[in-house]
């Protein structure tokens, strides 16, 4: 087990601090590895990928993750899966207290998945464990039935897909810096161009999902940071376009299963 804490001076060192985590987790001989990440605002890690899976958990806070085809969004209590081998950046969005496990890999897709209370408890337990001889029986136990608590953790639709063409990818961006529930289809065909048809096939074909779902999806992501940061939700919900706080609590609980103020309300242990 490893604990690294890291503050706003140590951004300088990141790429050292980058590397010497991966050697470890490349050089390891334990079946599975647990490491704590406490890291501030502001705070990113460079692209990189390692053999082994990981489960990413964001016990408070909220993280950004990019791979080539996606964002995913990381609130407190959920995880991110992250096959082995599979490229990744992170953008610390608030301060974050990250749990991290690896373990091998499972080859299954990534996917943001809502932790239950046993597997939060399951986590914490090989973060605070070490693999001396009279425990590792204990933890080896612990990691058999994490991985079979996989199964029951909840899957939720925080990964926003990113379209390839240059174009619509450059729109997507400027989006996610000023989203808004009132953005139409009409509105972003025109600014490439085409019509309306072509642009809801093109958009498919690029992102997988419609144009309303990634929207919808999109907004999510610009107000979880504003509201794990205690923001009210009436603000939150009316500046990203919603004519009122209804509207925006049906599109949360429909992606995260919950009303947004019983989202802030989640216990942390």
């Known amino acids: 087990m490893r604990i690294l804490h890291v503050t706003a001076e140590d951004q300088v060192r990141n790429l050292h ?12 001989n334990e079946p599975i590895l647990a490491l ?9 890690v460079p692209r990189h990928a390692h053999k082994r899976a990981q489960l990413w958990f964001a016990r408070r806070g909220v993280v950004l993750v990019s791979t080539d085809d996606r964002r995913w ?8 899966f992250i096959p082995g081998g599979v490229a990744h950046q992170v953008e610390v969005v608030t301060d974050v207290e990250m749990h991290s496990i690896y373990v091998a890999d499972t080859a299954e897709r990534a996917r943001v998945l809502e932790v239950t209370p046993l597997g939060r408890n399951l986590i914490a337990e090989l973060v605070k464990g070490d693999w001396q001889p009279e425990r590792r029986r204990r933890l080896e136990l612990v990691s058999e039935l994490l991985l079979d608590e996989l199964r ?18 450059r729109l997507c961006r400027q989006f996610l810096d000023a989203p808004s529930a009132n953005a139409g289809i009409d509105d972003w065909a025109r600014a490439l161009g085409i019509g309306r048809r072509t642009f809801t096939r093109l958009f498919r074909a690029e992102t997988g999902v419609s144009f309303v779902t990634w929207r919808q999806q999109a907004c999510l992501f610009a107000a979880l940071p504003r509201l794990a940061a205690g923001e009210p939700v009436t603000t939150v919900a009316l500046d990203a376009g919603y004519e009122n706080i209804a509207a925006f609590s049906t599109m949360f609980r429909r992606v995260l299963g919950r009303s947004p103020r019983s989202y802030l309300d989640m216990p942390e242990a």
């Open 152 to 169: 029951q953790f909840a899957e939720r639709p925080l990964g926003l897909p990113f379209p390839t063409d240059a174009r619509l990818a």
């Open 17 to 28: 601090l980058h590397e010497q985590g991966l050697r470890w987790i490349e050089q390891a």
């Open 73 to 80: 969004m990381l609130p407190g209590d959920h995880a991110l």
């Open 36 to 44: 704590e990440r406490i890291y501030p605002a502001g705070f990113k």
